[in-house]
Each structure stands twice: as structure tokens, then as C-alpha cells.
């Protein structure tokens, strides 16, 4: 008898190049739920947000931040 492992991969097999491609794409997201990660994030956004509500590091322009990574790259 199959395993669910042989019958999905069955399945999956049967479905177009794009179809399977996106599928790939759902398993591998899986791989990177990193709940911890998500949590840090969250943190670091909301601390940066902080910092510009609270003026203590002002927003910049797009092309102003673009131009100094570009600087900062050479």
C-alpha cells in the first residue's frame, strides 16, 4: 500500500510545471515558520518606528537612504 508521503507525491506529480513549482514554493515556506524569528522582527519594527515617532532618528527620504547605501556599498 502506498504511504501518504507515495500518494502525495503521486498527486504532485500529476499537476502542470507552474502548478508544481508553486506547490514547491507552500513546502518550503513551511520550512522557514520561524515563530521566533517573526517575534524579533515584529520587535525591531516597532523599536525603529519608536525612534522616528519619537525624532530621535528622523525618516528619510527614498532617494536619500538609497544614495547612502549605495555610498555606504563602495
Given at each position: 500500500m502506498?504511504?501518504?508521503?507515495?500518494?502525495l507525491a503521486s498527486a504532485?506529480?500529476?499537476l502542470t510545471a507552474s502548478e508544481r513549482?508553486?506547490?514547491?514554493?507552500?513546502?518550503?515556506?513551511?520550512?522557514?515558520?520561524?515563530?521566533?524569528?517573526?517575534?524579533?522582527?515584529?520587535?525591531?519594527?516597532e523599536r525603529r518606528e519608536a525612534q522616528a515617532d519619537s525624532g530621535e532618528r528622523p525618516l528619510l527620504p527614498l532617494a536619500d537612504a538609497l544614495?547612502?547605501?549605495?555610498?555606504?556599498?563602495?
Amino acid at each position: 500500500m502506498d504511504t501518504p508521503l507515495e500518494k502525495l507525491a503521486s498527486a504532485a506529480l500529476k499537476l502542470t510545471a507552474s502548478e508544481r513549482a508553486a506547490f514547491a514554493q507552500l513546502l518550503l515556506e513551511s520550512l522557514d515558520a520561524d515563530e521566533s524569528l517573526d517575534v524579533a522582527w515584529l520587535e525591531e519594527v516597532e523599536r525603529r518606528e519608536a525612534q522616528a515617532d519619537s525624532g530621535e532618528r528622523p525618516l528619510l527620504p527614498l532617494a536619500d537612504a538609497l544614495m547612502q547605501a549605495r555610498a555606504a556599498l563602495k
